[in-house]
Nanobody
Framework: VQLQASGGGLVQTGGYLRLSCAVS????????MVWSRQGPGKEREFVAA????????RYRDSVMGRFTISRNSAKDTVWLQMNSLKPEDTAVYYC?????????????????WGQGTLVTVSS
């Protein structure tokens, strides 16, 4: 199983980015996906989750209404659309996947992780 995150970069406050996570090795299996982030000097935190059953998407409060997690029909790519970016969104963003039935909203339950992509929002 491999996850490859991409799409990070430098953007001004109010701008947007779309992160992608290419997933291989899980195409024919049901899996939950999560995006998390780790800002400078901070612990890694939950950002958004997309359980296999897509109607249970969940976001952390600070990104609600600005970020959208989605998956393509082939189930091999997961995106995080980030709009109205703020300096406090600056972090390394990670995608992760899991195939078991544990809580999809706890990042500690995820076993497959991508390498991270840096998002920097300038003020």
């Amino acid at each position: 199983v491999q996850l490859q995150a991409s799409g990070g970069g430098l953007v001004q406050t109010g701008g947007y980015l779309r992160l992608s996570c290419a997933v291989s090795g899980l195409t024919f299996r049901a899996y939950d996906m999560v995006w998390s982030r780790q800002g400078p000097g901070k612990e890694r935190e939950f950002v958004a989750a997309l359980p296999w059953r897509g109607d249970r998407r969940r976001y952390r409060d600070s990104v609600m209404g600005r970020f959208t997690i989605s998956r393509n029909s082939a189930k091999d790519t997961v995106w995080l659309q980030m709009n109205s970016l703020k300096p406090e969104d600056t972090a390394v963003y990670y995608c992760a996947a899991k195939t078991d039935s544990s809580d999809p909203y706890r990042i500690s339950n995820y076993g497959y992780w991508g390498q991270g992509t840096l998002v920097t929002v300038s003020s």
